[in-house]
């Protein structure tokens, strides 16, 4: 019997459904029913509200591998240390194999629960146009801005999107100082969101997918992600994910603030004397 369960309110909220559903076989609340994925077709089941002719194309993984493989040669050493890179590529590699022997094998879908991840991320801007055009270059190559980059403030986490080659780069935080290696997945830009997919096959802990677009409830970027897990795994799941997740909705807060309180200062009468 399928159970679901909510958990934790406020900008982070967990929940898991015991049992998983094929796409097409769950709705959720003002959704439509989801597509079902096609690997022949390089197309992944993203997102409830999407229909078959509207899901974007994603690369296939024999493109996505040598993608991977590419980026090492530039881009990668543009985010991080390059001493992190046999780091980078050896932790795929366990992953992937962590996937396909333990954690996620191939076919057993249906005996696995899911966790259904929402995480409502404090971007700045007046409007939902703002949020977005920061948003462009929060998840770009660009230079953090003041007051989010590490002179202001900190932000652990670090989520960059590879538009030219269709990845995701990451490097999450469950402390300040405590990170995983960098890890990559794939993901598009589509209209005003990006879509993000986790294949058993991709050189990343999770499987499943994530939405980052604008709340449609609230003003603010809400992220949304579903990972596959089995049951007795669930409650570390749910520690990492309410971990990275609170972690950096706090540190964008801090950062947020400290900008808000320099910008009174520097208003302040007598503030350039």
């Known amino acids: 019997m399928k159970r679901d369960s909510t958990r934790a309110k406020g900008p982070v909220r967990i929940k898991y459904q015991s ?112 949020r977005l055009e920061f948003a462009k270059k929060w998840y770009s190559f660009e230079p953090r801005p003041a007051p989010f980059d590490n002179k202001s403030g900190v932000v652990s986490s670090k989520f960059t999107h590879v538009a030219k080659s269709s990845l995701w780069l990451e490097l999450v935080a469950f402390h300040r100082c405590l990170m995983l290696p960098p890890m990559t997945n794939m993901a598009v830009f589509h209209e005003d969101r990006w879509l993000l997919t986790f294949p058993w096959w991709c050189p990343h802990m999770m499987e499943g997918w994530a939405i980052i677009e604008e709340n449609s409830s609230k003003p603010g970027i809400l992220v949304e992600a579903e990972f596959q897990c089995w049951w007795i795994l669930r409650p570390i799941y749910e520690f990492l994910a309410k971990s990275v997740f609170s972690l950096y909705v706090n540190q964008l807060k801090a950062c947020g603030k400290s900008g808000m309180a320099d910008q009174e200062d520097a208003e302040a009468p007598g503030a350039g004397a």
């Open 19 to 130: 049992a998983y559903e094929p796409p097409g076989g769950r709705t959720r609340t003002g959704r439509s029913k989801s597509v079902t994925a096609a690997y022949s077709k390089h197309m992944w089941n993203i997102h409830p509200s999407f229909t078959q002719g509207e899901v974007p194309e994603f690369p296939g993984p024999c493109a996505f591998l040598c993608a991977w493989i590419k980026i090492g040669c530039g881009d990668f050493c543009k985010l991080y240390n390059c001493l992190l890179l046999p780091v980078f590529y050896i932790s795929g590699i366990f992953w992937f194999i962590m996937k396909v022997l333990f954690l996620n094998q191939p076919g057993l879908e249906q005996c696995r629960s899911v966790l259904r991840v929402e995480a409502d991320i404090p971007l700045p801007g007046l409007n939902s146009q703002e």
